[in-house]
């Protein structure tokens, strides 16, 4: 079998965009080494089954764990990030976790996240968005609740795991309202991404508040039918005030409408429209007002 150069082969495979041109470099790769963690995880990003990828990314994730701890003892994991194998041994997870979820498969996408966690522990490749999904997959409302008051990270994860966790735990309550709002203020577009107002960003467009939103709309929408109420009224009437919901947009306006209705809060709507009208405030401001006027 005549030699080849894997580094040229994998820099070719990440210059393209092309799913069929990169499946066969990852194959000819595999063909020189059946194990390549990189060109087994290539080869299951070209892939449509969810089983086939899976399948793939085992043998990705066995062999990339191997080189890793060759490199690195136990208890040195927070180093990962540091080095090659590290990375890719993080990467893989980090792509194994959703798919494992979504596949019925809660205990062992736990465990993974679990490990991400460690392995990445400033949360550069959303480890700690991950671990928060996976605790309120699990409904380990407490645990979610326990791990954001240690956590220093701040992101978007964090404020929607504390939220969820809250409420799920109290229900609606004075510590509900003020960890959603601070949610909302932290990233004011997320609930109109998780409930399809907005579209997709394009593909080469990296929107945190988009790629937050898809993970975590399952929990508001699944969780209970309360939780889901609560925030499409709030977020709805933060719409409505902050011009995110429109009459240019008659059936998002005419929804929205219908919902401050049904949620008994056309009355505030109407008092905060009249406050707001022709007057330029900031969505601090607006979050500030609808505070204290449902705190009322």
Known sequence: MPRVNIDELLDLAYESDDDEEIGKIAKKILEHDPNHPEALL??????????????????????????????????????????????????IIQRMIIPLSEGGKTDEAFQLAHDLKILDPEGQMQSHSLYYYMLLKKKDFTRALEETMKDSSRSLAWAWSRFIAVFMLSG??????????????????????????????????????????????????????????????????????????TKETPDEYDAAIEIMKISGLMDNYRKLSDETEGKNHTDESIIKMISGELSC
Request: include cysteine; hydrophobic fraction near 40%; proline fraction near 2%.
């Open 42 to 91: 290539l080869l299951s990003d070209t892939l449509e089954e969810d089983e086939e990828q899976l399948t793939l990314l085992r043998r990705a994730y066995a062999a990339a764990k191997v080189i890793f701890y060759s490199e690195f003892s136990e208890g040195e994991e927070d180093e990962a990030l540091d080095s090659d194998s590290g990375m890719i041994y993080a990467g």
């Open 172 to 245: 609606e309550c004075g510590a509900s309202a003020k960890n959603f709002w601070e949610a909302i203020q932290m990233g004011p577009d997320v609930p109109f991404y998780m409930f399809g107002n907005y579209d997709e960003p394009e593909e080469d467009f990296e929107d945190e508040d988009f790629a937050f939103a898809v993970l975590f709309a399952e929990h508001v929408a699944c969780n209970s039918e309360e939780l889901t109420a609560y925030v499409m009224s709030r977020a709805n009437l933060f719409g409505l005030l902050s011009n995110r919901i």
